[in-house]
């Protein structure tokens, strides 16, 4: 027991030993075991930072791949680069919750947040410049016809839209490049042709001899040519499918394309298809300048009226075209503008020409008293060009305001008043000229209304010349109201009636009719036997005077109202002789005057009407010679 209490007391001393040598340890480590805590604790917050490091420096920066995609000219243009342009734009979106602190107050990550923005600046300058010269160099390359454009093309000038400083150059050097190609391919087109084997189609130039083919063919191709040049930046832009919300989609077939002076630009196409439009312009100045050439050299060589209206209307109809496709202030539309004024100044200068050669001609009228054969020819002439005209107004009148206004035209073409007085003038002059050189009025009066009445049916069938065929109308009323009074004076002395209206008029007062010379009862007797007779001859049917009045309907119009004139005189012959101081004995009227009207097949007249009115509206009611319908 005494042994175990010794060994229990050395371990209760041992164990004392140790705990003070612990005690003693745990004081010495102290400071270390502070330390070490303290080292784990910043290793700890060491880890979490390089961790938040590396996730924001993979956010707002680019991976050493998109970086060499930027500058380096071994990559070429194509998705990488699209790729870190779009990385590029996200990190700048990104970078805009770091610059918050600038509107707060507070300074946050706004440094970072500047100096990322610098960076990315510098890198998005150096890809866009990048992209700028490489189209630089595309688009000074030869471009195939009908080639489409490139999905990496399109890319590009789409994300260099932002850079017109940058993109602007580039649509220069394409504008210049594609003009030069454009004015070689016209070009070739007038001279060779197409290419072996079959060198089809034939040079343009091959139909020189024929000016509305020729003139037809190098406008057409201009026209293809805009066509092809608009399909080629419509694809570059990459516009051709986009529409504006709540707006409907393309061009409907026939509708008018809108100039680019109609262009909204308060929407967000405006400025594209500005830019559309302007190189455009500059592309078809290259065929430009030798089109206006040779256009106006083939319109100032010919010598016809017809072919030179021809040539002014069909430049018009491509003038109009083009006002529609690429703007009424567009090179190539002022290019026409020109060469539509260029055209109507040398087709008036062939009506004055036509209508110079017209007052050279002073030779009397046929014996028919027919139109004679100048003013026939003219008046061909003057119909088919009214026909021309007829037919074009289906896209846009020649002459706009041709219905009322008498002023030159803002298109560059003269008016419709213009041109038809140009014509009709001379040929009214030509017509009085030549019935003045008839010795006979009554003769004259019938060659005028013939010349009047053929240049009435050439107009009448167009409504653009109305005004024109009322002035004639006016002219054919006054020589129908002239031969209407000649024709009464004539069936006066043919029906006895003159002497008896002549002794009533002169008769002195005081003295009974009946004593008047030439209105006896004896003379009275004789001169109503007369009128039975006449009135029983062909003349109230056929009257021979006016057979060689060549409208029908005019011969009855004069005829009726010479008859009608007849009828008043009878009329008041009646009434003289019915009065008791004209001293004649009862009876010697065997007719009444309503009796004559019967006879000659008069309706009862409309007294409210003037006889120059109803002449007028049985002129411009007039049918037109059976040989001119």
């Given at each position: 027991l005494t042994l175990l209490t010794e060994h229990v007391d050395s371990m209760s001393a041992a164990a004392d030993d140790v705990q003070a040598r612990l005690h003693a340890a745990a004081s010495a480590s102290a400071y270390l075991r502070e330390h070490a805590v303290g080292l784990q604790r910043q290793r700890t917050t060491t880890a979490s930072q390089s961790t938040l490091l590396s996730l924001f420096l993979a956010r707002f920066t680019l991976t050493e791949a998109e970086a060499e995609a930027v500058t380096s000219r071994a990559v070429p243009i194509g998705t990488e680069l699209f790729a870190a342009l779009d990385r590029l734009a996200q990190i700048r979106s990104d970078c805009a919750v770091l610059l918050v602190g600038r509107e707060e107050g507070e300074q946050g990550g706004m440094r970072a947040g500047m100096d990322i923005m610098d960076a990315s600046a510098a890198q998005l300058d150096a890809a866009q410049t990048k992209m700028a010269r490489w189209l630089l160099f595309e688009f000074r390359q030869p471009f195939r016809e009908g080639a489409e454009v490139g999905g990496t093309m399109r890319e590009a000038v789409r994300r260099l839209e932002a850079r017109p400083d940058l993109l602007r150059p580039a649509l220069q050097i394409l504008a210049a490049t594609r003009a030069s190609n454009l004015s070689a391919a016209f070009h070739a087109a007038l001279t060779q042709g197409g290419g072996a084997p079959s060198f089809l189609p034939r040079p343009i130039e091959v139909h020189a001899h024929d000016p509305q083919r020729y003139v037809g063919d190098m406008l057409a191709w201009v026209h293809q040519a805009v066509a092809s040049e608009r399909e080629f930046l419509v694809g570059l832009f990459g516009r051709e499918a986009e529409v504006e919300p709540g707006e409907r989609g393309g061009r409907r077939m026939g509708e008018k394309r809108r100039g680019i002076e109609s262009v909204d630009w308060t929407k967000g196409r405006g400025e594209e298809e500005r830019r559309v439009r302007e190189v455009l312009d500059r592309v078809m100045e290259g065929c430009g300048r030798p089109l206006k050439l040779r256009i106006e050299q083939t319109v100032n060589s010919q010598e016809g009226c017809i072919t030179t209206f021809h040539l002014a209307s069909l430049v018009h109809f491509y003038r109009v075209t083009m006002d529609h496709t690429v703007g009424s202030k567009a090179s190539l539309s002022r290019i026409l503008a020109e060469c539509v004024q260029t055209s109507y100044e040398a087709f008036l200068r062939t009506l004055d020409r036509l209508a110079a050669g017209l007052e050279r001609i002073s030779e009397p009228p046929s014996a028919s008293l027919d139109a004679p054969p100048p003013l026939l020819g003219a008046c061909s002439t003057l119909k088919e060009l009214l026909a021309v005209h007829q037919s074009s107004l289906s896209e846009q009148d020649l002459f706009p305001g041709s219905e009322a206004s008498a002023a030159t035209s803002s298109s560059g073409g003269p008016n419709l008043a213009n041109v038809l007085g140009r014509i009709v003038d001379p040929l009214l002059a030509l017509c009085r000229r030549m019935a003045e050189a008839h010795a006979g009025a009554w003769e004259a009066s019938l060659f005028l209304t013939n010349c009047l009445s053929h240049l009435k049916a050439v107009l009448s069938p167009y409504a653009f010349a109305e005004q024109t065929v009322r002035d004639v109308e006016k002219d054919i009323a006054e020589q129908i109201l002239h031969m209407t009074e000649s024709?009464?004076?004539?069936?006066?002395?043919?029906?006895?009636?003159?002497?008896?209206?002549?002794?009533?008029?002169?008769?002195?007062?005081?003295?009974?009719?009946?004593?008047?010379?030439?209105?006896?009862?004896?003379?009275?007797?004789?001169?109503?036997?007369?009128?039975?007779?006449?009135?029983?001859?062909?003349?109230?049917?056929?009257?021979?005077?006016?057979?060689?009045?060549?409208?029908?309907?005019l011969r009855a119009v004069v005829h009726a109202g010479s008859l009608r004139r007849l009828a008043r005189a009878y009329a008041r012959i009646e009434e003289e002789i019915r009065l008791p101081t004209s001293a004649y004995p009862a009876g010697v009227m065997k007719r009444s005057a309503a009796e004559i009207r019967l006879l000659l097949g008069i309706e009862e007249e409309r007294e409210d009407v003037p006889e120059e009115t109803s002449i007028a509206e049985a002129v411009a009611e007039a049918e037109p010679p059976a040989g001119e319908r």
């Open positions: 024709q009464y004076v004539h069936l006066l002395g043919e029906s006895g009636l003159a002497s008896i209206l002549d002794a009533i008029e002169n008769r002195p007062p005081g003295i009974a009719l009946a004593q008047q010379a030439g209105a006896t009862p004896d003379a009275l007797a004789k001169q109503l036997a007369k009128l039975e007779a006449f009135l029983g001859s062909p003349q109230l049917i056929a009257p021979a005077r006016l057979a060689l009045l060549s409208a029908p309907s």
